[in-house]
Nanobody
């Protein structure tokens, strides 16, 4: 069982930066692949980024590639999403998720545990 708590969201101007954090509980954290997803009002939840259990492999949605960076600290049970050059279209609730398979996946349905989400609003 893993519990996930996101933080770091807020209001930022276009072109600005934010760093989201996800604190995970549970002894098996280092075995899980981790992902970030987002959901804007009226839209489906979409994949943003994922990272392998060791942190050695990452994968990004095309819409954020080159602007966002996912990382993890297994010793502290933390996952991060550094977001730079933010755009108004990045506005959404951002969710941290974990999958027990330990494989980088882009489908939300393949993730087993979810946080409550943190709001990111980018003003133009």
């Amino acid at each position: 069982q893993v519990q996930l708590v996101e933080s770091g969201g807020g209001l930022v101007q276009a072109g600005g930066s934010l760093r989201l954090s996800c604190a995970a509980s549970g002894r098996s954290f280092s075995r899980y692949a981790m992902g970030w997803f987002r959901q804007a009002p009226g839209k489906e939840r979409e994949f943003v980024a994922a990272i392998s259990p060791s942190g050695g492999s990452t994968w990004y949605a095309d819409s954020v590639k080159g602007r966002f960076t996912i990382s993890r600290d297994n010793a502290d049970h933390m996952v991060y999403l550094q977001m730079n050059s933010l755009k108004p279209e990045d506005t959404a609730v951002y969710y941290c998720a974990a999958n027990r398979m330990g494989v980088i996946l882009g489908s939300a349905s393949r993730y087993d545990y979810w946080g409550q989400g943190t709001q990111v609003t980018v003003s133009s």
